[in-house]
């Protein structure tokens, strides 16, 4: 390997993985200890951008490019011709662009019908990891970002060399579909299923109802008239759907770019209809035609609305009709006139009194509290656990879900063994992960008693609810608890109107307390605001318990705020256990999850005051100044501060002081302009974000602690 092979890389400031042969031959999956970490004394196999590091490496290494720290993502066409059609089918893009631009950054590999696009990451991107995307056993594409690595120099092991194509000091910025991609996965992964023909099952034809005299000859038939009349793309658009890639729409509202409706043009009976994946209300398992839609979208659901879409049709098929009862008339009315005297019989139901007790009944003996988890959720109640992300809500309630179906303790509070199920909204790719963590946190296979959804639910439209209810009643033979994760991906409406908090609220009373459950909804924090849940008042104040999960430097704060019935646990404190599964990606890398570990009660903290615009503004100029010039930390770091451990924490980095200083110096006003004042304003300002614990320094480097 010479200088001109890897100066572009190292010169760019580039992360470089060197990856030794394996038996003597070359390899692309590296598996030295210490590989995706920076190279020091203590760890030779880091990547580095030092030129010289590289050079001493011997023959038959290749050298990989370090995706997390050199903020970058890979496209990786395993396919071209399929990958190209699925970009196609559901986006505006057209991969041929991408591949044959002048711009681009590629990896070209020596295999055919291949292709691999490096781009550039915002700064402080957070979706940053791996997404594949397979087809049977095959791989079509995968984003490869954040913790892997791909070779950009040296020899494939089946034969060839790579070679590269393009700036490495000019590799282009993400484009914006990408990066919709990476952060919502979950949301694109039916779609892209679809456009490659896999479905779990066809979807079915929503059933319709009969509608009155549909048999009389000469009736006009209005569902019929509206779908010749109407294409669903027209109500789809004109109801605020945006049209992407071939007969796909995104819904409105959609926090993500995947065009979760299709257009259904080949059904047995000719007529077009749509298909959604998305967390609309026509997402219940049914395909729909135009009049569907629009009874849907634009009817609230109500078929004698729909049906009266067009008067002169409903006129002409009630004139018809009363016509047919005028022909029928006398031989009722002589019916009526052999049988006077007579009343039909009617079959009335048994009357029941309204539920009521006697005061003095419910004090005769103490009613003992039925608890899933000791002292935390009571069988029947209705819970809310939010926070903001990354702080574990998610893994909280899964955790229980999984102690539950076992029946073992929780960290030392009781269970009741009993069956769960957790009605995920997102975050279906890393289910499996995460309970393949608690498996090897409880040393135990994952339980049979625990069940998850593989689609998000509308609990806002009761048809749904009772839907789940009944499966729930079908499928558990002793069901306690439904875990709603999350609300907003589990709800089609307003979480701000309480109009529409109360109708969800109304289905989980109606029809999942019945059926003896606990309700657990997980749902985020207000923007800004961590210690409240997002959106209406109305959502707290249904509650019976509400709980939080919030990031305190490098721990997480699990907190009670609410507790109808009983008295509130103290706070207690979690760590992420990161653990390694044992599985590994196509490429050979292993595959990584963390669970919570229970550290004690929480460490009171102490109370932050709010940050002047001068301290704002300097503390702006620190997060530039690592964006600019900040590199890893050390291991002697590492090892003496907390929080490089968590996931946000393996992406942060740290920069010099003089560093900060010299762009603090630009970002300061004071009313002596001299240097002496900034020197001070700029250490009263440092003094107080280190009180404040929002940055950390050590050895002449600065850094920030995000919560």
């Not at 078929?303 to 006398?330: F, G």
């Not at 029941?352 to 039925?370: M, N, S, V, Y």
Request: proline share 6%; with cysteine; hydrophobic share 35%.
């Amino acid at each position: 390997m010479t200088n001109t092979d890897l100066a572009p890389f190292t010169g760019a400031g580039l992360a470089i993985v060197p990856i030794p042969p394996k038996s003597g031959k070359p390899t692309k999956a590296v598996v030295a200890k210490g590989w995706n970490m920076p190279r020091t004394a203590d760890n030779p196999n880091g990547h580095t951008s030092n030129i010289d590091d590289l050079l001493k490496c011997g023959k038959g290494f290749n050298f990989g490019l370090h995706h997390g720290a050199s903020n970058t993502l890979a496209l990786d066409l395993d396919d071209v011709e399929v990958a190209r059609k699925v970009f196609e089918e559901l986006t505006d893009t057209q991969l041929l662009d991408w591949l044959e631009s002048e711009q681009r950054a590629e990896v070209k590999s020596p295999k055919a019908n291949r292709g691999k696009l490096l781009f550039t990451l915002p700064v402080g991107f957070a979706g940053a990891q791996l997404r594949q995307l397979k087809h049977g056993n095959k791989t079509v594409f995968e984003l490869r970002s954040g913790n892997c690595q791909d070779v950009i120099i040296g020899q494939h092991p089946e034969g060839g060399a790579y070679r590269f194509i393009g700036n490495p000091a000019a590799i282009p910025k993400a484009p914006a579909v990408l990066l919709d991609m990476l952060e919502h996965w979950d949301d694109w992964k039916p779609c892209f299923d679809t456009a490659l023909g896999i479905e779990q099952e066809p979807p079915k034809i929503a059933p319709q109802k009969p509608q009155q005299g549909e048999q009389l000859p000469g009736r006009r038939d209005p569902i019929q008239e509206f779908n010749q009349s109407f294409s669903v793309a027209e109500i789809l658009t004109r109801n605020g759907y945006k049209p992407k890639g071939r007969d796909r729409f995104i819904r409105p509202g959609s926090e993500s770019k995947a065009p979760g409706v299709a257009i259904m043009r080949n059904c047995a009976d000719g007529i077009e209809r749509i298909y959604s994946h998305g967390g609309d209300v026509l997402n219940d398992g049914f395909a729909h035609d135009s009049f569907d839609c629009f009874r849907l979208l634009e009817c609230g659901g109500d078929v004698a609305k729909a049906l009266n879409w067009n008067p002169d049709i409903s006129k002409h098929n009630q004139r018809l009709y009363m016509q047919e009862r005028a022909k029928n008339a006398p031989e009722s009315m002589q019916s009526a006139s052999n049988k006077q005297g007579q009343t039909e019989p009617r079959d009335k139901p048994e009357w029941q009194p309204f539920p009521l007790i006697r005061a003095h009944e419910l004090t005769g003996k103490p009613i003992t509290i039925d608890w899933l988890v000791e002292n935390i959720i009571e069988r029947g109640s209705l819970n809310l656990l939010f926070g903001e992300p990354g702080a574990g809500k998610s893994l909280f309630a899964l955790d229980w879900a999984f102690c539950m179906a076992v029946g073992i303790d929780w960290h030392g509070w009781r269970t009741k063994p009993v069956d769960v199920v957790v009605v995920a909204g997102e975050g279906h790719a890393g289910m499996g992960r995460r309970l393949k963590a608690l498996e090897s946190k409880y040393q135990m296979q994952a339980p049979a008693r625990l069940f998850i959804s593989q689609r998000p639910a509308n609990l806002i439209d009761a048809t749904n609810a009772q839907w789940i209810a009944d499966t729930i009643k079908a499928t558990c033979p002793n069901p306690g608890l439904v875990i709603i994760d999350t609300l907003h991906r589990n709800m089609d409406g307003d979480e701000n109107s309480s109009q529409d908090i109360g109708r969800f609220v109304a289905n989980l009373d109606g029809f999942f307390k019945p059926i003896g459950v606990a309700v657990l909804v997980v749902h985020h924090s207000g923007h800004g605001q961590k210690d409240r849940s997002r959106g209406s008042s109305s959502i707290r104040a249904a509650m019976d318990g509400e709980f939080s999960a919030t990031k305190d430097g490098g721990a997480i704060v699990l907190s009670c705020h609410k507790a109808k019935d009983f008295e509130a646990f103290k706070p207690l404190q979690f760590s992420l256990k990161p653990i390694d599964l044992g599985w590994c990606d196509d490429d050979g890398e292993p595959l990584t999850s963390v669970y919570l570990e229970h550290d004690g009660e929480a460490k009171p903290t102490t109370k932050k005051r709010k940050l002047s615009a001068r301290d704002d503004s300097i503390l702006t100029s620190l997060s530039e100044a690592i964006a600019a010039h900040g590199v890893e930390p050390t291991a002697e770091i590492k090892a003496k501060f907390g929080g490089f451990d968590s996931l946000r924490g393996k992406q942060q980095k740290i920069v010099n002081i003089e560093q900060w200083r010299e762009l603090a110096y630009k970002a300061i006003v004071v009313d002596a302009n001299t240097e002496d004042a900034k020197r001070m304003a700029f250490k009263r300002c440092r003094d107080k974000l280190l009180n404040q614990r929002v940055t950390v320094e050590y050895d002449n480097y600065a850094w920030r602690i995000f919560e």
